[in-house]
């Protein structure tokens, strides 16, 4: 109990319902995850939904996302990872989110797609496979 932590409580709305958002352990959401069960949760049983805790901390790492907003989280990585993740593609995972982040016209350190609503996740969905179809053409003349 010595360490300098963040013990400060923040108090968490629901940004659906409204209601205050519950804290749990991540044993709650995650009974076959052991190594996610020290981490901290905000939930709202009403919505299902949810967001992680800063590290060691009860600071929330953004809103509560419900499902549909995972889900379209998940598919966003989906299409826009390949970007960096395929090496002749000439990205790195740095200047693939600096782009991401131009074209977006956001900052760098606010584009984190675990942050964006739907409507930047489909913007970036959308930039992701213009990108990668022009990546693909490039790969096929062997430009
Ligand atoms: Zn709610």
């Known amino acids: ?3 300098q932590k963040d013990k400060r409580l923040y108090v968490v709305t629901c940004p659906y319902c409204k209601k205050k958002a519950e804290l749990v352990t991540g044993r709650y959401l ?17 919505c299902d939904a949810y967001v992680g805790c800063h590290r060691d901390t009860e600071k929330p790492l953004g809103k509560l996302a419900n499902k549909e907003l995972r889900e379209i989280r998940m598919e966003t990585h989906k299409a ?3 970007i960096w993740q395929v090496i002749g593609y000439g990205f ?3 200047t693939a989110y600096e782009t991401l982040a ?13 942050k964006f ?7 970036a969905i959308e930039f992701s496979n213009k990108l ?4 693909r053409e490039g790969a096929r003349d062997g430009s």
């Open 1 to 3: 109990m010595n360490q």
């Open 30 to 46: 995650y009974t076959h995850r052991a190594d996610l069960w020290h981490k901290k949760f905000y939930i709202c049983h009403t």
């Open 80 to 82: 826009f990872d390949p």
């Open 92 to 94: 790195t995972r740095k």
């Open 102 to 114: 131009a074209e977006l016209n956001i900052h760098r350190h606010e584009c984190h797609i675990a």
């Open 117 to 123: 609503d739907k409507d930047t996740c489909l913007k």
């Open 132 to 135: 990668l179809s022009t990546l």
